[in-house]
């Protein structure tokens, strides 16, 4: 039994008079995946602005390594080891793959007024990180990564994170905008930063995403956490149930697809 690398104790979130997250108590470990769930307006994104030092709690407790350990700013955040990836990889599309991996912090050759970024080892560093990843079709750090899939570049966005020293991976719907095959290998990079000790939260709607790749599962209905287990402990259909607060969803869902069937 692993400690956890980051907890939130009783931690609540007003905006003036809005009510936004109550109580919430959650943990996160080393070589784990946490499967944040909830629909559209349930408090996720507020909540992983908490977690990333956007946001401060209005009440409560942030712990890192089992001490308290208030996240300021995302700065402070990101000095923890805490890394969020955005959407969209939330990298430059007229940037090319070397430069986006080292934006703010590129290798440079020379010296005082002679230093230049150097572009071949920014180049050659980011392609084996990004390889090592397993995504091989990535062989040119002079690539723009506008030109990559948005799999692609989300895996890019993971890759930067774990080479620059990440210990708490956030990933907000990194599949919502997705295909079949480019989730699928969002997914299994999810699994890659897990295998590598990496603590994952991952924040989705989509259930199926979120079994493929979760050890620990939190669904948030209402800025609440209305239910948290461990994989195996429920179905699918339970799961989107939970989500949709306890509505019969995965028997209308069962409905649609067999009139879809049909028609
Ligand atoms: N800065 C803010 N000021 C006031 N209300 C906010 C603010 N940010 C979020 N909210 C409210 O908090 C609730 C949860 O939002 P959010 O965390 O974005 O949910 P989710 O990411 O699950 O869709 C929403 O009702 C939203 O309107
Ligand atoms: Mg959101």
């Not at 390889?131 to 030109?147: A, N, P, S």
């Not at 997914?187 to 000790?197: P, Y």
Request: proline share 4%; aromatic share 4%; net charge neutral.
């Amino acid at each position: 039994m692993s400690n956890p690398i980051l907890a939130l104790r009783a931690v609540n979130k007003s905006f003036g008079p809005i009510d936004v997250l109550h109580d919430i108590t959650l943990e996160v470990k080393a070589g784990e995946v946490l499967c944040l769930l909830g629909d559209n307006g349930a408090g996720k994104s507020t909540l992983i602005k908490i977690m990333s030092g956007v946001h401060q709690p209005s009440s409560g407790v942030i712990e890192i390594d089992g001490v308290a350990c208030p996240l300021p700013s995302p700065r402070a955040a990101s000095e923890q080891g805490i890394a969020t990836v955005h959407q969209f990889g939330g990298t430059f599309p007229l940037m090319s793959i070397g430069r986006s991996f080292f934006v703010g912090v590129e290798p440079t050759k020379g010296w005082g007024p002679f230093k230049v970024y150097d572009r071949r080892r920014a180049n050659a560093i980011a392609v084996k990180a990004v390889q090592e990843f397993g995504i091989t079709r990535i062989d040119d750090g002079d690539r723009l990564v506008g030109g990559l899939s948005g799999g692609e570049r989300q895996s890019l966005a993971i890759a930067r994170a774990v080479h620059f020293g990440a210990r708490v991976l956030i990933l907000d719907e990194p599949t919502a905008a997705l295909g079949v095959k480019q989730a699928t290998h969002v997914l299994r990079i999810v699994n890659e930063a897990k295998r590598r000790g990496l603590a994952v939260v991952f924040i989705t709607h989509q259930v199926m995403h979120a079994m493929a790749v979760g050890d620990h599962f939190a669904v948030l209905i209402r800025g609440a956490v209305a239910a948290d287990f461990k994989k195996g402990e429920k179905t699918r259909e339970e799961i989107t149930d939970l989500m949709a607060g306890g509505a019969s969803m995965a028997s209308l869902e069962a409905e649609i697809e067999s009139q879809m069937a049909q028609a």
